[in-house]
């Protein structure tokens, strides 16, 4: 009676275990980011999902004319992928470009006139809800 006993508690036990084992998660989505520094001092981070294709970018305009801009000192927020993420750049100045709950495809600009020559900081990201992914720091001046 008793190795019975035991074989039905082991058995409760493992039936157990497997019920109560959790699924696994899915694994966060993956982002690459590109990036280019030109030596006018503009940048273009282009971001790409873990299948190789290009979602969106972010760029620094340090001058009129410069990566698609008609203004300078302009951050650019690109989204050109319809995938519910959005793409966020954001300078070491506080100015931020975004496309966050906007469809794609959709462009978003951060103009104002900075000091000429200074050094800044862009970052670009992808976002979505509470989830973020950054690229690196590009250097960029005005």
Not at 66 to 95: C, K, M, P, W
Not at 119 to 125: A, F, G, I, R, S
Not at 129 to 142: H, L, P
């Amino acid at each position: 009676m008793r190795v019975a006993s035991i074989g039905a508690a082991a058995s409760a036990l493992a039936a157990g275990l497997l019920l109560g084992a959790a699924a696994p998660q899915a694994s966060a989505a993956s982002f690459n980011f590109f990036t280019v520094e030109m030596s006018n001092g503009s940048a273009v981070v282009t971001v790409s999902n873990g299948s190789g294709t290009t979602i969106g970018s972010g760029a620094w305009a340090s001058d009129p004319g410069q990566v698609g801009s008609s203004t300078g000192d302009t951050l650019i927020a690109n989204d050109t992928f319809d995938d519910g993420y959005g793409i966020e750049a954001h300078l070491s100045t506080g100015r931020v470009a975004s496309t966050r709950g906007h469809a794609s495809p959709y462009t978003d600009k951060a103009t104002g006139n900075l000091p000429e020559g200074n050094t800044y900081y862009m970052t670009v990201c992808v976002v979505k809800g509470t989830f973020k992914d950054c690229s690196g720091s590009a250097t960029v001046r005005s």
